[in-house]
């Protein structure tokens, strides 16, 4: 069997521009962070970034890495329908395999949308639980208050497989940042990796708290529309941005220590 030690890439940052060894570190430290909240399904769902450039390329995790163990040279180079351009997987195709179909989603936002730079998938217990009641997030916490008028939904369609469903998935999604995809899981994006923590952390903590309202039997308590409004308009403050910022550097604390490998 493969030890962890020999799943790693040895590729170190003298082999990229400085600009893509941002992006790969980065989005290493959002697979981790996704990882540290709980946010995973084993080797399933992805987070990708674009690439700067003429051509459109994307990272993605090598398939079989857990969140947890990512490293910036674990993520793979693909391109706009998920094959690996990766140099490196010349000699070693399998060493950088990347699972295609799970790019469907991923692409279909990143071609529609180009100011989503980084996007999220996650499949967890309660973005699924939401995802198949009949009205969806309720607003009922602050945390979904975010979400308020600003949340797109996209009916569930089987796997992710067919290439035709990315123009349904563009549609439905709009020009919000964040969906839920029904009897699926949850989507968001972000310009940068900071943005699109921010999107899915909300989201995630607004199911969960959903989940656990409904869990008490009890009449649940709604704010009037205009309160609804009112608050989804104060989280679009002009320092939002730097909020999110703020907010992924303190989360970056969490998985930044002498022993962290996710940079290497």
């Not at 521009?17 to 990882?35: F, G, K, N, Q, S």
């Not at 692409?107 to 999220?120: E, T």
């Not at 903590?205 to 039997?217: D, E, N, S, Y």
Request: aromatic share 8%; hydrophobic share 40%.
């Amino acid at each position: 069997m493969e030890s962890l030690e020999a799943t790693h890439s040895n590729t170190g940052t003298h082999d990229y521009a400085p600009e893509e060894w941002a992006i790969r570190t980065d989005l290493a430290a959002l697979y981790r962070l996704v990882a540290h909240f709980r946010m995973t399904d084993m080797i399933d769902t992805h987070i990708s970034a674009r690439l700067p450039g003429d051509t459109p390329t994307f990272l993605i995790n090598r398939y079989g890495i857990l969140f947890h163990e990512m490293r910036a040279s674990d993520l793979v180079k693909i391109d706009a329908h998920g094959n690996v351009v990766d140099e490196r997987a010349r000699d070693n195709p399998e060493r950088f395999r990347v699972n295609a179909a799970g790019f469907t989603i991923h692409s279909a936002i990143h071609s529609a949308r180009a100011d989503l730079h980084f996007v999220v998938h996650t499949h967890t217990a309660s973005g699924i639980a939401v995802s198949a009641q009949e009205r969806g997030l309720l607003p009922i916490s602050q945390h979904a208050l975010k979400f308020y008028d600003n949340l797109a939904y996209h009916d569930y369609e089987g796997i992710a497989l067919d290439l035709e469903e990315r123009e349904r998935l563009v549609h439905d999604l709009g020009l919000h940042k964040a969906m839920i995809l029904r009897n699926h899981g949850l989507l968001a994006g972000g310009a940068t990796a900071a943005e699109a923590f921010h999107e899915i952390y909300f989201l995630e903590r607004a199911c969960q708290a959903q989940v656990q309202a409904m869990a008490g039997g009890c009449k649940l308590i709604v704010p009037t529309p205009d309160v609804c409004r009112r608050t989804a308009g104060q989280f679009k403050r002009d320092d939002s941005a730097e909020i999110a910022e703020t907010a992924w550097r303190a989360a970056l604390r969490l998985i930044d220590d002498p022993t962290s490998d996710y940079r290497s």
